[in-house]
Protein backbone atom coordinates (compact mmCIF):
# COMPACT_ATOMS: atom_id res chain seq x y z
CA UNK A 1 0.00 0.00 0.00
CA UNK A 2 0.88 3.36 -0.66
CA UNK A 3 0.57 6.91 1.09
CA UNK A 4 0.10 10.21 -1.01
CA UNK A 5 -0.22 13.68 0.32
CA UNK A 6 -0.86 16.59 -1.90
CA UNK A 7 0.60 20.06 -0.92
CA UNK A 8 0.75 22.95 -2.97
CA UNK A 9 -2.90 24.59 -2.96
CA UNK A 10 -4.15 28.17 -2.22
CA UNK A 11 -5.34 30.85 -3.99
CA UNK A 12 -4.13 32.59 -7.54
CA UNK A 13 -4.87 34.96 -9.84
CA UNK A 14 -6.43 34.09 -13.60
CA UNK A 15 -2.63 33.78 -15.47
CA UNK A 16 -0.64 32.85 -12.56
CA UNK A 17 0.93 29.60 -11.64
CA UNK A 18 0.92 27.22 -8.86
CA UNK A 19 3.09 23.64 -8.57
CA UNK A 20 1.70 21.22 -6.54
CA UNK A 21 3.39 18.31 -4.74
CA UNK A 22 2.60 14.55 -4.09
CA UNK A 23 4.29 13.18 -1.72
CA UNK A 24 4.34 8.95 -1.31
CA UNK A 25 5.19 6.81 1.32
CA UNK A 26 4.76 3.33 1.73
CA UNK A 27 5.33 0.96 -0.99
CA UNK A 28 7.82 1.42 -3.63
CA UNK A 29 6.78 4.50 -5.29
CA UNK A 30 8.24 3.56 -8.67
CA UNK A 31 6.21 0.95 -9.25
CA UNK A 32 3.09 3.17 -9.74
CA UNK A 33 2.13 4.88 -12.40
CA UNK A 34 0.91 8.43 -10.87
CA UNK A 35 -2.09 10.59 -11.95
CA UNK A 36 -3.41 13.99 -10.85
CA UNK A 37 -7.75 14.31 -11.10
CA UNK A 38 -9.83 17.39 -9.84
CA UNK A 39 -13.63 17.65 -8.96
CA UNK A 40 -14.98 20.99 -8.81
CA UNK A 41 -17.94 21.70 -6.35
CA UNK A 42 -21.25 19.73 -7.51
CA UNK A 43 -19.30 17.80 -10.89
CA UNK A 44 -18.01 14.69 -10.71
CA UNK A 45 -13.70 14.23 -10.64
CA UNK A 46 -12.00 14.45 -13.86
CA UNK A 47 -8.69 13.27 -15.26
CA UNK A 48 -6.25 16.29 -15.53
CA UNK A 49 -2.58 14.21 -16.18
CA UNK A 50 -0.57 10.85 -15.84
CA UNK A 51 3.01 9.66 -15.87
CA UNK A 52 4.32 6.40 -16.32
CA UNK A 53 6.45 4.97 -13.61
CA UNK A 54 9.64 6.05 -15.07
CA UNK A 55 8.51 9.59 -15.77
CA UNK A 56 9.33 8.83 -19.93
CA UNK A 57 5.45 9.38 -20.57
CA UNK A 58 3.08 11.47 -20.18
CA UNK A 59 -0.55 12.26 -21.00
CA UNK A 60 -2.83 15.06 -20.39
CA UNK A 61 -6.29 16.06 -20.70
CA UNK A 62 -7.29 18.21 -23.69
CA UNK A 63 -7.92 21.16 -21.59
CA UNK A 64 -4.59 21.23 -19.79
CA UNK A 65 -2.34 20.43 -22.80
CA UNK A 66 0.14 23.20 -23.20
CA UNK A 67 -0.72 24.57 -19.57
CA UNK A 68 0.43 21.91 -17.06
CA UNK A 69 3.12 19.54 -16.69
CA UNK A 70 3.13 16.14 -15.04
CA UNK A 71 6.76 14.96 -13.56
CA UNK A 72 7.78 13.25 -11.02
CA UNK A 73 10.75 12.61 -8.98
CA UNK A 74 11.20 8.85 -8.40
CA UNK A 75 14.25 9.68 -5.78
CA UNK A 76 12.29 11.87 -3.83
CA UNK A 77 8.93 9.30 -4.11
CA UNK A 78 7.05 13.13 -5.33
CA UNK A 79 5.09 13.62 -8.42
CA UNK A 80 4.61 17.15 -9.28
CA UNK A 81 1.97 19.00 -11.28
CA UNK A 82 2.86 22.53 -12.35
CA UNK A 83 0.32 24.51 -13.78
CA UNK A 84 0.46 27.72 -16.22
CA UNK A 85 -1.65 30.34 -17.37
CA UNK A 86 -4.03 29.08 -15.00
CA UNK A 87 -8.27 30.06 -15.45
CA UNK A 88 -10.99 30.12 -12.91
CA UNK A 89 -12.75 26.80 -14.39
CA UNK A 90 -9.28 25.26 -12.83
CA UNK A 91 -10.76 26.00 -9.44
CA UNK A 92 -11.21 22.06 -7.74
CA UNK A 93 -9.82 20.57 -5.21
CA UNK A 94 -6.88 18.29 -7.16
CA UNK A 95 -6.43 14.55 -6.29
CA UNK A 96 -2.80 12.88 -6.74
CA UNK A 97 -3.62 9.30 -7.86
CA UNK A 98 -1.31 5.92 -7.70
CA UNK A 99 -2.13 3.13 -10.29
CA UNK A 100 -0.31 -0.34 -9.98
CA UNK A 101 -1.07 -1.58 -13.03
CA UNK A 102 1.50 -0.20 -16.47
CA UNK A 103 -0.58 1.48 -19.05
CA UNK A 104 -1.24 5.48 -18.60
CA UNK A 105 -5.41 5.66 -18.21
CA UNK A 106 -7.92 8.63 -17.49
CA UNK A 107 -10.39 6.48 -15.91
CA UNK A 108 -10.32 7.06 -11.64
CA UNK A 109 -11.11 3.68 -11.82
CA UNK A 110 -7.74 2.19 -12.48
CA UNK A 111 -5.89 3.79 -9.69
CA UNK A 112 -5.54 1.91 -6.51
CA UNK A 113 -4.58 4.39 -3.95
CA UNK A 114 -5.71 8.60 -3.18
CA UNK A 115 -4.39 11.21 -1.28
CA UNK A 116 -7.03 13.68 0.72
CA UNK A 117 -6.67 16.39 -2.08
CA UNK A 118 -5.54 19.88 -2.02
CA UNK A 119 -8.12 22.92 -2.55
CA UNK A 120 -6.72 25.55 -5.77
CA UNK A 121 -9.13 28.52 -5.96
CA UNK A 122 -8.18 30.84 -9.06
CA UNK A 123 -9.60 34.07 -8.91
CA UNK A 124 -10.83 36.07 -12.12
Known amino acids: QVQLVESGGGLVQAGGSLRLSCAASGRIFISYVMGWFRQAPGKERKFVAA????????YYADSVKGRFTISRDNAQNTVYLQRNSLKPEDTAVYYC?????????????????WGQGTQVTVSS
Open 51 to 58: TTRSGSST
Open 97 to 113: AADRGTGLSGSAYAYDY
